[in-house]
Structure formats: structure tokens, C-alpha cells
């Protein structure tokens, strides 16, 4: 690996174990929040089986990698 990279590679994960530690604040636009799902309460809502929902997923997957080809 190139030195330089390296060396933003190391520098980026001194800042994570900084943050974590709370000695330093991210910065708000560098902060993202993911809802997680509650899968059992979908299924049974939707009255889904365990293979018709993980088909689903897999199918939502499928068509994100089309759609997101390029990151």
C-alpha cells in the first residue's frame, strides 16, 4: 500500500477511536443515522413467511445493485 495512503488510513482511524472516546466531536455532516428495520413485526403485519420476505430482500438487493452501479 502507498505510504501516503497509508498514513490517511491510519490518521482516519486515530479520528473513529477519538470520537468513540468522546476527546473529539464529529462533525454534524459526517454523522448518519440508519433506521433498522423491525423484520418480525413487517412479516407479521404483512402477513409474509420468512422465505417470502427474504426473497423480497434479496430482490430490493438485486435491484439497487442495477440501479447504484457506480459508488
Request: some cysteine.
Amino acid at each position: 500500500m502507498d505510504k501516503k495512503l497509508f498514513a490517511d488510513l491510519l490518521d482516519s482511524v486515530k479520528e473513529m477511536v477519538a470520537i468513540e472516546n468522546d476527546e473529539l466531536q464529529a462533525k454534524p455532516e459526517h454523522v448518519h443515522r440508519h433506521v433498522i428495520s423491525d423484520v418480525k413485526y413487517f412479516r407479521k403485519n404483512k402477513q409474509l413467511s420468512k422465505t417470502d420476505s427474504d426473497t423480497l430482500k434479496m430482490n430490493n438487493c438485486q435491484a439497487f445493485e442495477r440501479v447504484n452501479v457506480t459508488f
